[in-house]
């Protein structure tokens, strides 16, 4: 007895097809700076700063690099750097380090009541 090609393709089972999963990997987190601030005045020795940072991106940590700048240009006399936590999208954090050097120290003793300014850079 021959079956037909009908009762074939009832009794056999079809092929199953498989389709690809793509996966989207998890956003980079994106801290960007809100607010910063010295944390009580530069002195002879070394000046504390503050910051306050947003995640923009996705569920991570980063860095922060705070510069103590010269007055009228765009160098620095002295740095320091933190760790940001592990932080939610679009959630807050803070962090601050206190930043000192010979050539921060120098511009203090050489111009005394002189002015710095304060420049925060982050990295993901």
Same mark, same amino acid.
């Given at each position: 007895?021959?079956?037909?090609?009908?009762e074939?393709?009832? +009794?056999?089972? =079809?092929?199953?097809?498989?389709?690809a999963? +793509?996966?989207?990997?998890?956003? +980079?987190?994106?801290f960007?700076?809100?607010s910063?601030?010295?944390?009580?005045?530069? !002195? /002879? !020795?070394?000046? #504390?700063?503050?910051? &306050? @940072?947003?995640? !923009?991106?996705?569920?991570?940590?980063?860095? =922060?690099? @705070?510069f103590v700048?010269w007055? /009228?240009? @765009?160098s620095y006399?002295?740095?320091? #750097? &933190?760790?940001?936590?592990r932080? *939610?999208?679009?959630? @807050?954090t803070? =962090?601050?380090?206190?930043?000192?050097?010979?050539?921060?120290?120098?511009?203090?003793?050489?111009? +005394?009541g *002189?002015?710095?300014?304060?420049? &925060?850079k982050?990295?993901?």
């Amino acid at each position: 007895m021959t079956r037909t090609t009908a009762e074939r393709a009832t +009794r056999e089972p =079809a092929p199953t097809t498989e389709e690809a999963v +793509r996966t989207t990997p998890p956003a +980079r987190p994106d801290f960007q700076v809100r607010s910063s601030q010295w944390n009580g005045p530069c !002195n /002879d !020795n070394a000046c #504390s700063m503050s910051a &306050v @940072f947003r995640n !923009n991106g996705g569920t991570g940590s980063g860095s =922060a690099t @705070f510069f103590v700048l010269w007055p /009228d240009k @765009f160098s620095y006399l002295a740095q320091c #750097s &933190v760790a940001l936590p592990r932080t *939610g999208e679009n959630d @807050f954090t803070s =962090a601050g380090c206190i930043a000192s050097s010979a050539q921060l120290q120098d511009y203090f003793r050489t111009h +005394r009541g *002189g002015t710095v300014r304060l420049y &925060v850079k982050t990295e993901s």
